[in-house]
């Protein structure tokens, strides 16, 4: 549990992808369900994510 806080205290937008396949690798459903959520709820991330994949 305090590895999965780690992994998200410094959460942004050009690391959030790293950070969701760390969570699906390891098992985190609540924290990837809990990043995902955030980031589909922050209208100015989610272009901000993708523009990061270009």
Known sequence: EMAARKLVQDLTTENVM??????????????????????????????AVFQDLE
């Open 18 to 47: 790293a950070c969701l396949s760390t969570c699906k690798e390891f098992g985190l459903t609540e924290m990837y369900s809990a990043v995902e959520d955030e980031l589909v709820e922050n209208r100015s991330a989610l272009p």
